[in-house]
């Protein structure tokens, strides 16, 4: 990761945690008074629920502590006065008729008569009871007298008989020797859940076994899982009979969550990618000698020393820019007088090889000279035929210096490769139709090879210089050539096509697997020397490389890596 | 002196008398609750075709229009009507003698073939097979009616005091000028309203009255606020109506014999649970009659469970007599063998002011055994649809006593509930009351809740009113006081 990255990510990181906390904080404290104002509109309901419940057992108790004042209870009591204890058929019939009135009057949806011998005299919620035998309200008033609770009633209503949850209270009334009973009962629906409802609040009534009974919405299942309150309506034994449950919508809530919470993440997004820009402004601005820098390092270490960095900032790394120009400019300094040291020692070791070259051949001239007019002088009889082999030998070294001439010559005037796009296989084929020898070669050339931008004549020296040098070395084996073999191989590398020229000659002591390259270095009796210091010298200006394996008597193998094209 | 005394005395008898005595002229509005009659109307009775009437006021209208053979008088005698005496009776045959000079409304005489074919049509009737069950052939001879029966039948002039065994012109079908030969004449049938004409020519005189319209209401209470208007001048609701209140004109009031039954009937809307005994026998114990007396406006309501058998049920008043009698339902329930429904129908006629409450306390009995029952109230012509087409499972019915024979009213119960068993019977011999009863039992038909009578409240100018021995309003003898009335 560069440094400019890891200064972003590092400014970044830093006003990450600031963000972060801050938006978490700012989430925590307005979501907590949303909650919080959640929970006093839950809690307002169920007051409201218990103040509504509340109210209906008020009203049923005193609905029945006004029974004895009721003029309809007043009536019956008289007529049973009158008719001795049995209702006139004039009064059964006012019941029927003005029964239902009085009762709805009232606020009532039960209302029951009964006399001491628990016949139901009137009971305009369910007519079809009159008559019949209802222990239940002389019971209640014994027992609770006129206190009310909650139970279950059966209504006629819509032609059936339903059972309704009521809140009912039940006293004797009595007159003059007569005594009725009067149970009043209200039914707990749409009057104790529909003053519930408030925007985003409903409530349900349900009865002990999970039956809803009213509620004040019938789409109720988004609120299943809705925060709730409920009240236990508990009927006269004390035993749970029914649930008052009041839940607040909490979508609205959970959608403000969903926002702010939406919000705090954007803003907070929004605030690293600010800062993550700056710090990314103030990395490149920081870096951007320090890039400079590393770009010149890159490049001097490619080899380009003249490379020299612009130095913008005073500071620290303008400094270390300036110490690396200064040193840049040391160093090609340095290069160059170690390349005119080494060029000055390479041009000495050559002349003096050279001069060791050209100083063999003068020894026999010098030596066939002399011979001459030694034997001239003295008039020696064989002189022609001293002066044919003298002659003769001082051509044979004069052509040899003409050779090492004509080859240093080659060397050193070798031009700068015309460049062609080329098959490497073609031009192995080239060399070995212009090679002379008899020593087998064996080709291995690999198929699909890339193609090579190289000098045609440049590569085919290289490879007949090789062969020739391989075949020099088998023939100076001694053996019958016959067993000699050159194996010439192509094969793809890397970005690369490897030429390789192995030999079962001699071999060579690896320790002159360096030195072979040298001009003029040689382990045979007869050659300049300069056949592979011309072939390392094509391959270096091709942009490759050379190298030699070998080991005394087991052959020596040339390797070539020419860059594709 | 003594002839001044005599002569003041004579007027004043003569006035005394002139208050009560009758005189032609007059008519009269009156409300049979509900009553008669146009079709399509929807709170009207719907036929004034004897053999489909059913209803008290259509009867009551059907006795008006037509006559016949014999009729049921005031105290229960069968006594001869358009016959001119009671059946001779020689081995399987009976001779009816016709009285003569008979006219139908349009002027055209009443002939013997009007009877005859009258009474074959009612041979072919649901309502009316069982009483002329035991009649092979009807011709007629001369002015004589020759009944060929298929055994002995001493009952046959009761059987022929039906309400419903009228004559009609060539024993058809009255279309909507229903044409008679009764004391009065259909003038016009409207919606809410039927108009009758006095008619000259009527066999046993002249009505006094000129004319009567009877006007049927929204409902009983509608019946009773036009009567203490002073808009009807007799009415089935009326005085009691609203209690407290005074009609506004002097009133009084009378009563008939309690001889209209009511029923409850099955329907076929899931017959293999209402078709079975079990059920019925169930229904039948389940409900507490003796509450019902107390039905209606005052009128006499005598709980019933006749001719079923004592342990089906009845008026039981005690809270142990009612829990074993709600036990022993159950346990009728649970031998039905057909699953249950989830809720059954209870068909009520809407013009009939009880029957509401009769059907609440039904839906309440049932829902002691667990029986969700709901009741939905109908026009009549609605409810005959419904109940024609067994769109139901249970329906109120009322039955106007077909005569004063008690078996008479066990053989129209079965008619009734599309029962062909008092037919059979009649067929082969007289019903007889024990093993009437025991088969009424083993099918139960209908379950009979309880008898009532019909309690007419009229102006006090308005005398001559009564009922006949079937408990049908008798208005043929009706006559308007035109003097001043004392309350």
């Known amino acids: 990761m560069t440094l400019r990255a890891r200064f972003t990510l590092w400014f970044s990181g830093a006003a990450l945690v600031p963000i972060v906390a801050t938006a978490a904080l700012a989430w925590w404290q307005i979501s907590s008074g949303y909650r919080e104002t959640f929970e006093q509109k839950l809690s307002a309901a169920r007051d409201d629920a218990t103040r509504e419940f509340g109210r209906i057992r008020e009203a049923v108790r005193q609905a029945a502590a006004a029974a004895g004042d009721n003029p309809l209870v007043g009536a019956v009591l008289v007529d049973l006065r009158k008719h001795g204890g049995e209702l006139s058929p004039a009064q059964r019939q006012d019941l029927k008729k003005n029964g239902l009135a009085t009762m709805q009057s009232l606020g009532l949806q039960v209302l029951t008569i009964v006399d001491r011998q628990d016949t139901v005299l009137a009971a305009p919620h369910l007519v079809a009871w009159v008559d019949e035998n209802d222990p239940e309200p002389r019971r209640l008033a014994g027992a609770r007298a006129g206190a009310a609770v909650v139970g279950w009633q059966r209504v006629l209503r819509d032609g059936k008989v339903v059972r309704v949850l009521c809140v009912e209270a039940a006293r004797a009334v009595r007159d003059e020797g007569q005594e009725v009973t009067v149970l009043v009962g209200r039914e707990l629906g749409d009057n104790l859940v529909a003053p519930l409802k408030r925007a985003g609040v409903e409530a349900r009534l349900v009865d002990a076994g999970g039956r809803v009974l009213h509620a004040t919405t019938s789409s109720w299942g988004p609120l299943e899982d809705a925060p709730g309150r409920e009240l236990v309506l508990e009927d006269e034994a004390g035993q749970p009979i029914a649930r008052l449950i009041v839940a607040v919508a909490n979508a609205e809530l959970l959608t403000r969550l969903r926002e702010l919470a939406f919000l705090t993440t954007a803003v907070g997004a929004a605030a690293t990618l600010a800062a993550a820009l700056l710090g990314f402004a103030v990395a490149r601005r920081m870096t951007r000698d320090l890039d400079a820098l590393v770009g010149g390092v890159l490049s001097v270490a490619g080899g380009d020393l003249d490379t020299q960095v612009t130095v913008r900032s005073r500071d620290e790394v303008g400094a270390v820019t300036e110490a690396f120009n200064r040193m840049t400019r040391e160093l090609r300094e340095s290069k160059d007088k170690l390349l005119h040291a080494e060029r000055v020692a390479a041009w000495q070791d050559i002349a003096k090889n050279l001069a060791h070259e050209i100083k063999n051949p003068l020894t026999p001239i010098r030596m066939s000279v002399e011979t001459m007019r030694k034997t001239r002088a003295a008039g020696h009889a064989s002189f022609d035929e001293i002066f044919d082999e003298s002659t003769r030998t001082i051509l044979e070294e004069v052509e040899r210096l003409r050779k090492i001439v004509g080859e240093f010559t080659q060397f050193a005037r070798l031009p700068s490769p015309e460049r062609r796009t080329l098959d490497v296989n073609a031009v192995v084929a080239s060399a070995l139709s212009l090679y002379h020898g008899s020593v087998r070669v064996v080709k291995d050339l690999g198929d699909g090879l890339p193609r090579l931008d190289a000098d045609r004549d440049q590569l085919t020296q290289v490879v007949l210089n090789l062969l020739e040098n391989a075949r020099d070395a088998v023939a100076s084996k001694g053996s019958d050539e016959s067993v000699g073999r050159i194996t010439v191989r192509t094969r793809a590398r890397a970005g690369a096509v490897e030429l390789e020229v192995e030999d079962n000659g001699p071999g060579f002591d690896p320790a002159f697997k360096e030195r072979i390259f040298a001009p003029y270095f040689t382990t045979k009796e007869s050659g300049t020397g300069l056949g592979l210091a011309i072939v390392r010298r094509i391959v270096t200006e091709h942009g490759g490389r050379v190298s030699a394996q070998g080991e005394p008597g087991k052959g020596a193998r040339f390797v070539v890596e020419l860059p594709a094209g | ?487």
């Open chain 2, 1 to 487: 002196m003594a002839a001044r005394l005599t002569l003041l005395a004579l007027l004043a008898a003569s006035v005394a008398r002139g208050e009560s005595r009758p005189g032609y002229g007059g008519k009269l509005v009156g409300s049979l609750l509900s009553q008669p009659t146009t079709p399509n109307a929807p709170n009207a009775p719907t036929t004034i075709d004897p053999l489909l009437a059913a209803s008290y006021a259509e009867l009551t209208l059907v006795g008006l229009v037509f006559d016949g053979l014999y009729r049921v008088d005031a105290a229960g005698r069968v006594v001869p009507h358009l016959a001119e005496a009671m059946p001779t009776t020689a081995g399987l045959e009976a001779r009816i003698p016709l009285r003569a000079g008979v006219r139908f409304h349009d002027g055209k005489p009443l002939k013997p073939a009007d009877v005859v074919a009258s009474l074959q049509r009612a041979q072919r009737a649901p309502v009316t097979e069982w009483a002329l069950a035991p009649v092979d052939r009807i011709a007629a001879d001369g002015q004589t009616l020759v009944v060929t029966l298929k055994r002995a039948t001493p009952e046959l002039a009761a059987l022929l005091a039906l309400p419903q065994l009228v004559v009609t012109p060539g024993g058809r079908a009255p279309a909507r000028g229903a044409v008679g030969s009764g004391p009065f004449v259909l003038k016009r049938m409207d919606a809410g309203k039927v108009e009758l004409a006095a008619f000259p020519e009527h066999f046993a005189g002249r009505p006094y009255l000129d004319g009567l319209t009877l006007r049927w209401r929204e409902n009983a209470d509608a019946e009773a606020r036009a009567y203490e208007a002073g808009e009807a001048d007799f009415s089935l609701r009326g005085a009691v109506g609203f209690a407290g209140h005074e009609p506004k004109y002097p009133t009084g009031a009378l009563e008939g014999p309690a001889t209209i039954l009511a029923y409850l009937a099955f329907g076929r809307a899931h017959a293999e649970v209402t078709g079975d005994v079990d059920f019925r026998r169930a229904v039948s114990l389940a409900l507490g009659r003796a509450a019902l007396r107390h039905l209606g406006s005052g009128e006499r309501v005598i709980p019933a469970l006749a001719p079923a058998s004592p342990d089906l049920g009845g008026p039981t008043p005690g809270p142990e007599e009612s829990a074993a009698r709600v036990d022993a339902a159950r346990a009728a329930l649970r031998r039905v063998r057909a699953p249950l429904p989830r809720a059954l129908e209870l068909l009520i006629d809407r013009t009939r002011p009880d029957d509401a409450e009769v059907a609440a306390r039904i839906v309440a009995a049932l829902d002691q055994l667990g029986l969700a029952v709901s009741y939905t109230a109908l026009p009549p012509s609605e409810l005959q649809r419904r109940v024609a087409a067994g769109q139901c499972d249970l329906w109120l019915g009322q039955l106007v006593a077909p005569g004063t024979d008690a078996t008479f009213e066990v053989a129209a119960a079965f008619a009734a509930a599309a029962d062909r068993f008092a037919t059979v019977q009649m067929a082969v011999g007289p019903l007889a009351g024990a093993s009437l009863a025991l088969a009424f039992d083993a099918r139960l038909p209908v379950v009979p809740l309880y008898h009532r009578s019909v309690r007419v409240h009229y102006r006090k100018i308005v005398y001559g009113l009564g009922f006949d021995g079937l408990g049908r309003l008798s208005l043929a003898d009706a006559f308007v006081f035109a003097g001043t009335v004392t309350p």
